[in-house]
């Protein structure tokens, strides 16, 4: 079964630098796999997701994610963090094309990142 | 994409009564996702639910605790059952629109609080 995982339940950055969340995944074989993010009280927006293709994927609000199947990670990133990117971050995976294989997603277990002025 | 729209956005209810909560697509789907999101928690997938047919459990979730109606391809509804504190989460409705490599949509979720 498909599985993500976020080793970082909390993430501090200083407004101006760079950032990183993590996520490393396990899957049958190849996997599709996506970021969300969470701001308070407010459902989950889609960020960017890894298909097939180029391994640095880029998404909204100037995020991009590096798609290392060596590692089997998915990292997130940012070249300059925001105030305004303080949110909950979610890593999730979904099965690739095999037959018979539900649509669903599965999610980490999300990192808050905190971004400081 | 896909416009989610869910009902209520937040309710507390009294334990031992059941709560139903709508989610409405602008588009058809053949598959929506109900999802638990406990306090500072990651989102736990409770059932499958496809027009047509019987919606399909995780482990640890039961229809009799959480039944699921998909009357057509645009509507769902679960119904947390019998509620106790526990059950306070934020349930989330979610479309996947395409094949595997498109990405799921959300509606804004539903607060319950069960006092």
């Known amino acids: 079964a498909q599985s993500v995982a976020q080793p970082e339940d909390q993430v501090n950055v200083a407004e101006g630098n760079p950032l990183t969340v993590k996520c490393t995944y396990s899957?049958?074989?190849?996997?599709?796999l996506f970021w969300y993010v969470q701001y308070p009280n407010r459902g989950l927006q889609f960020l960017l997701k890894?298909?097939?293709?180029?391994?640095l994927v880029k998404g909204s609000y100037g995020f991009e994610a590096e798609f290392n199947k060596s590692q089997t990670s998915f990292h997130l990133k940012k070249p300059s963090a925001l105030v305004s990117d303080s949110a909950l971050y979610f890593c999730?995976?979904?099965?690739?094309?095999?037959?018979?294989?539900?649509?669903?997603?599965?999610f980490g277990a999300g990192t808050r990142l905190t971004v400081k002025p | 994409s896909a416009v989610i729209s869910q009902k209520p956005s937040r309710d507390i209810c009294q334990r031992g009564t059941s709560l139903t909560i709508q989610c409405q697509v602008d588009s058809q789907v053949t598959m929506m996702f109900w999802y638990r999101q406990q306090p500072g928690q990651s989102l736990t997938l409770i059932a499958t639910?496809?027009?047509?047919?019987?919606?399909?459990?995780e482990s640890g979730f039961v229809i009799d605790k959480f039944p699921i109606s998909r009357p057509n391809l645009t509507f769902s509804t679960l119904t947390v059952s019998n509620m106790s504190p526990e059950d306070s989460s934020i349930y989330l409705c979610?479309?996947?629109?395409?094949?595997?490599?498109?990405?799921?949509?959300f509606g804004q979720g539903t607060r319950l609080t069960v006092v």
């Open positions: 899957v049958s074989g190849n996997p599709y």
């Open positions: 639910a496809n027009q047509g047919s019987e919606a399909t459990y």
């Open positions: 999730a995976v979904r099965d690739g094309p095999q037959k018979g294989n539900n649509n669903d997603m599965r």
């Open positions: 979610s479309v996947a629109p395409g094949r595997q490599n498109t990405e799921a949509f």
């Open positions: 890894y298909i097939t293709g180029d391994n």
